[in-house]
């Protein structure tokens, strides 16, 4: 089955420094790769997602970027923001199916003022 | 307001009491799974359903029940509960239509087993 590998699993920056998470897959069938953002309490909400037809995508401050040679995919934040603190999940797609998500563990990141 | 919304949010129960979380999302999703939290693990998915009367098993399917008798509903049974199914599970749903496979997420229901 698939298998997803995030890291860092804490990180934290100075406002407005930039932050990268990457993670790692192991099915190459695997075609859909999102990322959510979960505040303390709160439930898991999608960021930002990527097919695999694409190698870059970005909205705002926020973009994820995709290899799909080597299997691995990032999230790239810039100009952090307090509000950016959360921990950050990125998941991918089993067999193919963008329902059947396997998750990372998580990236605790924290914005530092 | 579209929304998935889970009951009870908190509970507190022993060891080989049944109970049933209830899941309900009011957009008319064909999909909704269940996952459990846990801390360095991610989220882990428990069952999935497809559809009404259509369910399968995810990733850690063991001490846990489902089932899917109406589309807005998916509640998760555990008919023996253990402690190391403590845990916080959410429900999520998501449309079946190409291109739109943002599952919602529920509020989630943290779940302590004496």
């Known amino acids: 089955g698939e298998n997803v590998e995030q890291h860092p699993s804490t990180l934290s920056v100075q406002e407005g420094d930039s932050a990268v998470i990457k993670c790692t897959y192991s099915?190459?069938?695997?075609?859909?790769f999102p990322w959510y953002k979960q505040e303390l309490g709160k439930r898991p909400q999608l960021i930002i997602d990527i097919r695999s037809n694409v190698g870059e995508k970005k909205d705002q401050r926020i973009a994820v970027t995709l290899n799909k040679t080597a299997k691995h995919f990032s999230l790239h934040i810039t100009e952090t923001q307090p509000e950016d603190s959360a921990v950050y999940f990125c998941?991918?797609?089993?067999?193919?199916?963008?329902?059947?998500?396997?998750f990372g563990s998580g990236t605790q990141l924290t914005v530092l003022p | 307001e579209a929304q998935v919304t889970q009951n009870p949010r908190y509970l507190i129960t022993v060891t080989g009491k049944k109970l049933t979380v209830t899941c309900s999302q009011n957009?008319?999703?064909?999909?909704m799974s269940w996952y459990r939290q846990d801390p360095g693990l991610g989220l882990r998915q428990i069952y999935y359903s497809m559809n009404v009367e259509v369910t399968d098993k995810g990733d850690v399917p063991e001490g846990y029940k489902v089932s899917r008798k109406e589309k807005r509903n998916f509640p998760l049974i555990l008919e023996s509960p253990s402690p190391n199914q403590t845990s916080l599970y959410f429900c999520a749903s998501s449309d079946l239509a190409p291109g739109t496979d943002t599952q919602y997420f529920g509020p989630g229901t943290r779940l302590t087993v004496l």
């Open positions: 998941a991918a797609s089993r067999g193919g199916s963008a329902r059947q998500l396997t």
């Open positions: 957009m008319n999703h064909e999909y």
């Open positions: 099915d190459s069938a695997s075609n859909y």
